[in-house]
């Protein structure tokens, strides 16, 4: 039986349905029994998916949207305080809440499970949402990417957990009570909301502040600012820490990954002393690493690590995350959603494993003029793991520009790291940019978290002609 509709959420108007984490509340509320509304800036697969589920979707903004009996209207941090709609909703006293408050709506009276971390949230959200969906456990969740097509980032599941990917990025993670938690990393990013580590520290620590008693943290044992927020948070004496990794001391020990073409081969040494075997279906060592957070944290759940691990190797990806988009002129296309530098090293490593000896190309756009200013050269020293990069213009999302920050900053960094790179403003211009660089074998990664997800299909058409 699914919990009770809060009041404000029987009638809701999404603003911004279409975006990841908006879209994912709107399509459980509407699988819950909801009338659901909402908008967005343009029409795609998530809003004709919401549709097809009996949402009423908007294009456009506009105060004219807003239904007369809408009881409540549903923002993101990425909303500005003239849009009309917002502010219609303001002037006839419609209830607002932030989307962070929605979801927390949504997972009470279940065992919420909650994946936070500055990388791999929606990666281990997905390997935990279809893990637990082939045990039969018909979880809810609620994920930062589709699974494998447009509205499979959220389900309202008959079970009694609820999976959701905890963002940091605006402190809205503070606003979940999971029964278990994951911290993956902790590192310094969305530069617009934080301004040093220790604000990010203290935010981490409030996460874990409203883990409910007798729950679990589940916490990387071998990256540095995971390894802190333990030590910090270590007084906290009504939940368990489990940590993992590859250290010596992790409490489910990373023993060996090997990896085998787009999948990787995964042992870990429990802590009754057993070790296990299991498959990860994608590569890399970032996302071997991921999964082992995804078995701690349904051991903490109480199930079987066996069968967990089995099921674990039932997921194959999630889009955007190293996401094999097709084949042309013997160049693969794969898509990757890596824009912090560590995301882009990680990726490129994991792709240059599994290449054998490939040449590896990147068009690479940088996402935000703050993430931009404060790490441009780190994600130039990143694009050097490549054998050539193109670099677009910064995707500025919800930013206004910040004056001399470019993408120079980046392909500067990049060239004295060694890196062949160019600069390309024209986005159109990049299938032909590809098909005059691209040979058979290589491999093309379309990468960052802006709207570079779209050159693909037409890279793949490019190359296609030069068959023909």
């Given amino acids: 039986m699914a919990p009770a509709i809060p009041a404000s959420m029987d009638r809701p108007h999404f603003i911004g349905i ?10 459980i509320l509407t699988q819950r029994g909801a009338r659901v509304a909402g908008s967005d800036a343009k029409d795609s697969p998530t809003a004709r998916a919401l549709r097809a589920l009996g949402a009423t979707v908007h294009i456009g903004h506009d105060a004219a949207h807003l239904a007369h009996d809408a009881t409540g209207v549903v923002v993101s941090s990425a909303i500005r305080a003239d849009n009309p709609e917002l502010v219609a909703a303001q002037e006839r006293g419609v209830p607002v809440v932030h989307r962070s408050d929605a979801l927390a709506s949504l997972m009470e009276g279940l065992r919420p499970l909650a994946v936070a971390g500055t990388h791999g949230k929606t990666t281990t959200t997905s390997m935990l949402a279809v893990s637990l969906g082939s045990l039969g456990l018909a979880p809810s969740y609620a994920i930062g990417g589709d699974l494998d097509a447009p509205g499979s980032n959220a389900e309202h599941g008959t079970g009694e957990i609820f999976v959701a990917e905890a963002d940091e990025s605006d402190r809205s993670f503070h606003k979940y009570a999971p029964e278990v938690a994951i911290v993956l990393n902790v590192e310094l990013d969305h530069h617009a909301n934080y301004a040093s580590m220790e604000e990010i520290y203290d935010s981490f620590e409030t996460f874990v502040a409203r883990i409910r008693p007798g729950g679990t943290l589940v916490i990387a044992a071998d990256q540095a600012g995971a390894r802190e927020l333990t030590t910090r948070v270590a007084g906290r004496h009504d939940i368990e820490v489990v940590t993992y990794g590859e250290s010596p001391d992790a409490d489910i020990r990373v023993l060996k990954v090997d990896p085998h073409g787009l999948t990787s081969e ?34 903490a759940m109480g199930l079987p690590p066996h069968d967990l691990a089995s099921a674990l190797g039932t997921y194959t990806g999630v889009k955007r995350r190293l996401q094999l988009k097709g084949e042309a002129a013997g160049v693969q296309v794969i898509d990757s959603y890596a824009h912090h530098p560590t995301e882009m090293t990680a990726d490129l490593e994991a792709i240059r494993g599994a290449a054998q000896g490939s040449r590896v190309l990147v068009v690479f756009q940088p996402h935000l003029y703050s993430r931009t200013q404060e790490l441009g050269t780190e994600m ?35 060239r004295n790291a060694g890196a062949e790179v160019a600069a390309e403003h024209d986005t159109a211009a990049i299938p032909e940019v590809i098909a005059g660089m691209a040979k058979p074998g290589d491999l093309v990664l379309t990468m960052g978290a802006g709207d570079v997800t779209d050159l693909g299909p037409a890279v793949l058409d490019r190359l296609a002609r030069l068959e023909s």
Avoid: W
């Fill in 266 to 299: 995964v042992t870990v040494a429990l802590r009754n002393g057993e070790n296990l075997t299991f498959t990860v279906s994608v590569p890399g060592r970032h996302y071997a690493h991921n999964a082992v957070a995804a078995l701690a944290a349904g051991i």
């Fill in 380 to 414: 130039g020293q990143a694009l050097a793991l490549a054998d050539g990069c193109v670099v677009l213009d910064i995707y500025p999302a919800r930013e206004d520009p910040i004056p001399g920050v470019t993408s120079e900053l980046i392909i500067d960094a990049a």
């Fill in 18 to 27: 279409g975006g990841a984490g908006m879209s994912g509340i709107a399509k």
